[in-house]
């Protein structure tokens, strides 16, 4: 049996030429540089000026600026209502042009 193994040939080892390490150090350098734009999205996305922390400020703001503009319209409701009610107690001021 040795005898037929020793006449089979010995396969040789692969060499490593440029070619193939020129390939691997394309694709390294392509994920390398996904990775990166990866990172730099991911970052601008929850730390940025379009982030998600400003959005949900924005909607937060949002919220107590229309509580602000319902208060003031109760406000304004009871200063008019005062206010004709001054006018409806002295009509001559109503006659010479306050209105």
């Known amino acids: ?19 193939s390490s ?3 150090a394309v694709i390294f350098a392509f994920a390398a540089l996904v990775v990166v734009a990866s990172g730099v999205y991911i970052g601008n996305t929850l ?18 600026l229309g509580k602000d503009v319902r208060g003031l319209q109760e406000q304004n409701a009871a200063l008019q209502k005062e206010y004709f009610e001054l006018i409806g107690l ?3 001021s109503y006659k010479n042009g306050v209105k």
């Open 1 to 19: 049996m040795n005898e037929i193994l020793d006449e089979l040939p010995t396969p040789e080892p692969a060499k490593a030429g440029r070619r």
């Open 22 to 24: 020129y390939v691997g």
């Open 47 to 64: 730390f940025g000026s379009r982030s998600l922390d400003v959005m949900l400020d924005l909607y937060a703001q949002r919220d107590r």
């Open 90 to 92: 002295d009509p001559d």
